[in-house]
């Protein structure tokens, strides 16, 4: 892995770091170091503002922008107003995911509340697939519904908007994909800040922030001002798991919905809610970090729609029963563990294909296909992939003639782009520049393979297969206390374009023998670098700085010691024991972390590391909740051996 250490300019740095002194806000003005760090992570992730500095490290609900900002709202807050007033019945169409399930709770919660009545549609993901399909909404037309709201799909629904207005039914679409090169679907409403000619100030929402946001819009006009607060900050909850979930940049208005929303999970009172973070062991006496929403969270509420029916996740947040919440969140885990061997086994196959094919492994854009592979899991095995070879990969799977895939890429590949290039080739496909779904007849899947490899390799280059690793800064294991910690709190919660700061260490000492935690996690003891006493080369050889000025003049070894000798080994002396009574001062040199690798056991028996060996590493810092065994930890995200020269 190659470490990029950020570049910033110092004086810049300084400059900022005392301007964030004088806001009293951020109690800074008491220790110049902290202001420091914290000025040259929030200048490299572009603010220089003092007052954008404390927006973006005390959101406030008051930061959130006028829903009527978004193209399209007045137009959909008046009909789903008139939907209302009339005791018309609303189908919202959601995503199987997190974000459209999550979408479909927010509207349809928000609605019942003002006094209207809603129903929704989850399409099942193997039976129906991604996007409106025509006979759902002849089904609701001749059912009497009047109004659809589509929620994180419908922006390419061109088909299912005509089939809407030949049947006389209201279309408004909330999405946050990218249009596609044809424009919006005709619609009553669409509302999607990426729509040409909407001036929405953040274009990075999610599906369930942009349903959020007309939430909010009809909110403002039908309940009164504390409900609205109350409520608004409710449903921050579910757009925080939202957003996270979906991997968003989470800046503007999306890091308010997320430091907001996981601060209010600390005090979840809907029994789902309650159910899930207990089912998913999230500590209940203080927020849930982004990291805890990622991998704990949000992959249980994916499971219903890649392994059943998300119609689960909807359940989950809607019953008031607590025993059935429990039951709810226990069927979700019990899919996730599913989902995870299915992963495993197909993940597996995957590795023996590369194994097996060296055209694989020389592609430039990995395409890699099998016969049932679970369409639920395809997506993230792209994601493994991509993480071990450092290829764009594809992952499909072939039933009954018909190809389903899911894509990932890295940094230099916008995959969209690459799909754009060949869209004659699908029957479906969508997604942004790192993620895509498609599908696509069987027999031109080699054709795609065939054409992404040489689309590849005309932008790419051996270089960006390198995996990178950007560092923030450089630290002392001294360096690293309760303090820094505190301080790299403010910037959270982490996530796409707010890294976690990762940190590097030079020359830190392993001081105990590696242990190696469930056959694939790592957990090594660190210890800051300590400085050697140097001796001087015209000293003695044979004769240490204490033993030289305890020789006598006439013994014979007095003889050989030059006066030069014996003031080098006073003044060394007097050294020594200056730096040991600074050694002695200063005990966070002395202080061991406890540093955990995250699936690094191949590579530690591969660098048959020994205690007493020297490393380099590149590291988060975490803390332990344990009652006892608790306090500051460390994460790996690389190491490297020091090695000495010569024999």
């Known amino acids: 892995m190659k470490w990029l250490t950020k570049i910033v300019q110092p004086e810049r740095v300084e400059s900022f770091a005392n301007a964030l002194r004088s806001v009293s806000a951020l109690h800074l003005n008491r220790d110049a170091h902290l202001a420091s760090t914290l000025a040259r992570l929030l200048v490299m992730r572009g603010i220089t503002d003092p007052a954008d500095a404390e927006r973006y490290l005390i959101p406030a609900l008051s930061h959130l922008h006028s829903p009527y900002l978004m193209s399209g ?6 009909r789903l107003e008139a939907a209302i007033d009339r005791k018309e019945g609303v189908l919202i169409y959601g995503d199987y995911d997190v ?4 979408a479909i709770v927010i509207l349809k919660t928000v609605i019942e509340l003002c006094g209207g009545s809603a129903d929704f549609h989850v399409p099942h993901r193997i ?3 991604y996007g409106m399909k025509d006979e759902v909404i002849e089904h609701a037309a001749s059912s009497g519904t009047r109004l659809i709201i589509s929620v994180d799909t419908g922006i390419r629904a061109f088909a299912a908007a005509e089939t809407a207005q030949r049947l006389g039914v209201d279309l408004i679409v909330t999405d946050h994909h990218l249009p596609g090169q044809d ?7 669409v509302l999607n800040p990426n729509q040409p000619g909407c001036e929405y100030p953040c274009k990075v929402l999610c599906g369930a922030g942009v349903a959020f946001k007309l939430a909010q819009a009809l909110m403002e006009k039908r309940l009164v001002d504390k409900d609205q607060t109350r409520l608004m900050t409710s449903f921050m909850k579910m757009v925080a798991i939202a957003t996270i979930a979906d991997a968003v940049p989470l800046t503007g208005e999306n890091r308010v919905f997320a430091k907001l929303g996981l601060d209010a999970l600390r005090r979840a009172v809907n029994p789902g809610l309650k159910a899930l973070l207990e089912m998913a062991q999230v500590p209940a006496n203080r927020p849930p970090t982004s990291t805890e929403i990622a991998f704990r969270i949000a992959p249980r509420l994916n499971a219903a729609g890649r392994m059943d029916v998300a119609r689960d996740v909807v359940e989950l947040f809607s019953v ?9 969140a226990g069927r979700l885990d ?6 995870q061997e299915e992963e495993r086994r197909i993940l597996q196959a995957i590795t023996e294909r590369f194994e097996k094919e060296p055209d694989l492994c020389n592609a430039y854009c990995v395409v890699v296909d099998g016969e049932g592979w679970h369409r639920g899991v395809i997506g993230i095995t792209a994601t493994r992939v991509v993480e071990r070879y450092g290829r764009p990969a594809l992952v499909l799977s072939h039933d009954g003639g018909e190809a389903h895939g899911s894509g990932r890429s890295i940094r230099a590949f916008h995959l969209l782009d690459a799909l754009e290039s060949c869209h004659e080739l699908f029957t479906r496909y969508g997604g942004h520049s790192h993620a895509v779904g498609f599908s696509l007849p069987s027999d031109r899947v080699p054709q795609l393979r065939a054409h992404l490899d040489q689309y590849a390799r005309e932008r790419l280059t051996p270089a960006d297969f390198e995996s990178l690793l950007d560092l923030d800064a450089e630290l002392n294991l001294d360096q690293v206390t309760p303090e820094l910690f505190q301080a790299l709190g403010r910037l959270e919660p982490f996530g796409q374009a707010n890294p976690e700061p990762i940190f590097s260490a030079r020359g830190v000492r392993l001081m105990a023998p590696p242990k190696i935690l469930k056959e694939k996690h790592v957990k090594l003891k660190l210890a800051a670098a300590v400085a050697p006493v140097s001796v001087p080369d015209d000293q003695n050889d044979t004769l240490n700085p204490e033993a030289i000025l305890v020789t006598p003049r006439c013994h014979p070894d007095g003889v050989s010691i030059p006066r030069s000798g014996v003031r080098a080994a006073t003044e060394n002396l007097h050294l020594r024991t200056e730096n040991r009574e600074l050694r002695t001062e200063n005990w966070r040199r002395h202080v061991t972390f406890d540093a955990l690798g995250w699936h690094m056991a191949e590579r ?3 660098a048959n590391l020994l205690a007493g060996d020297t490393l380099d590493i590149a590291f988060t810092i975490g803390h332990n909740d344990h009652p006892e065994y608790g306090g500051l930890e460390l994460s790996l995200r690389d190491f490297q051996i020091q090695r000495k020269n010569g024999p």
């Open 183 to 189: 424009g919006v679907p005709t619609a009553f409403a």
């Open 604 to 606: 530690l028996q591969a």
């Open 73 to 78: 709202m007045r137009q959909a807050v008046d």
């Open 99 to 102: 974000d459209g399930t999550t």
């Open 127 to 129: 039976r129906e697939g």
């Open 334 to 339: 019990q899919l996730n563990a599913e989902r």
């Open 320 to 328: 008031k029963d607590p025993a059935r919440a429990k039951e709810i």
